[in-house]
């Protein structure tokens, strides 16, 4: 019997268009959002997600509908958030 690439890859978990909740973090920080696959991908496979705003990160695939952030420095920020008073 011939081994098909299906009954080697693991299934496609998130598909090109799909929302998933990113993970990561910083120093303490704890980051969830959504945002959109871009391409697809299996799990533990990284891949590149656009959020709201338009800001794009790569994440690994942990489940259906779940991803961890990777590569913190190559993730734009939209914008700088200033918490506290002064000017």
């Given amino acids: 019997a011939r081994l098909a690439k299906s009954d080697v890859l ?3 978990l998130v598909r090109k268009g799909d929302f998933s909740v990113l993970e990561g973090g910083v120093e303490g920080l704890a980051v969830s959002l959504s945002a959109k696959a871009l391409t697809e991908g299996r799990e533990g496979e990284v891949i590149l997600f656009e959020a709201p705003g338009g800001q794009r990160m790569k994440a690994r695939i942990i489940s259906r509908q779940r991803a961890a952030i990777v ?16 000017s």
């Fill in 71 to 86: 590569g913190q420095a190559d993730v734009t920020p939209p914008e700088t958030i200033r918490i506290g008073g002064g």
């Fill in 10 to 12: 693991p299934k496609t």
